[in-house]
């Protein structure tokens, strides 16, 4: 496998998808045992099912923080961390809502898709929420419902996040995609963006992905596996 030494990189960006947290036990959405095998995100995740239904599916989002809090982060959250605190130029752009790389010290994270840790008022505004069950169902100054600050299917992305996520993904020289399906979109052209931007793109998935042509070099391996091995030890 290849290695990298992080100091022939000023910027180095870590892009990641499920795929990053299933061996941490985070079941990925899409393939064998995926979450939308599991249930139909048009009941569960947008809008429209909120408007419908909104207890079942902050119900459902409950089920996701037990499943998550129940995992631990794995080598490659620490390795991405680790290199983090060597290395001033790095980055975690994550279509992850989990937490996880935070939770192995990762600090420089952009979360494109929102956090299970956040909820979110339509007239209050946002605010953290830690914990298996949600504090509030509906807002104590107003009475609407929370939602999750997550990115449901058909939701608009923040567009202070993309800017974040786009700003990092064209000032880097590493790209490193690890753990996702390249499917759901604006994510999914970030490889393009990146390489049209001259960064070195390697993918990282034990799997082919519908992204795989989009970089220079595939790691068929996992998450867990590859990125410990991924850096050159600085001496
Ligand atoms: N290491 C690396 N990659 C893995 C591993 C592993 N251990 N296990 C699985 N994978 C790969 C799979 O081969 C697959 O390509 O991770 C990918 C997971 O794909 P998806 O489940 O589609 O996840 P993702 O690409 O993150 O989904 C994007 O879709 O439903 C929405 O908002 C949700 O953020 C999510 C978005």
């Not at 959405?29 to 207890?55: L, M, T, V």
């Not at 959250?77 to 937490?99: M, R, S, Y």
């Not at 997550?150 to 923040?158: Q, V």
């Not at 996520?165 to 995609?177: D, G, H, K, V, Y």
Request: charged share 25%.
């Amino acid at each position: 496998m290849q290695v990298f030494d992080p100091k022939n990189y000023q910027r180095i960006l870590f892009f990641t998808g499920a795929g990053m947290s299933a061996e941490s036990g985070v079941p990925t959405y899409r393939g064998k045992g995926g979450i939308w095998d599991q249930y139909d995100w048009n009941n569960y995740a947008c809008q429209s099912a909120f408007d419908r239904d909104p207890e079942k599916v902050l119900k459902f989002h409950e089920l996701r923080r037990k499943a998550v809090l129940e995992c631990q982060p794995h080598a490659g959250h620490f390795a991405i961390a680790e290199l983090e605190k060597q290395h001033p130029g790095v980055t975690v752009v994550t279509q992850n809502i989990d937490g996880m790389h935070q939770r192995a010290g990762s600090e420089n994270v952009v979360e494109l898709h929102g956090s299970l840790w956040r909820m979110r008022c339509p007239i209050h505004g946002t605010f953290e929420d830690i914990g298996e069950k949600y504090t509030d169902y509906a807002c104590k100054k107003c009475g609407n419902w929370l939602r999750p600050d997550i990115i449901w299917f058909g939701d608009m992305l923040n567009p202070d996040v993309i800017n974040s996520a786009l700003t990092a993904i064209e000032q880097c020289e590493l790209f490193i995609s690890i753990g996702t399906s390249g499917v759901v979109w604006p994510a999914a052209g970030f490889p393009e963006i990146a390489r049209n931007k001259g960064a070195l793109c390697i993918e990282i998935n034990p799997e082919a992905s519908e992204m795989s042509k989009m970089y220079d070099d595939t790691i068929r391996s996992t998450a867990g596996k590859a990125l410990p091995r991924l850096f050159q030890k600085n001496e």
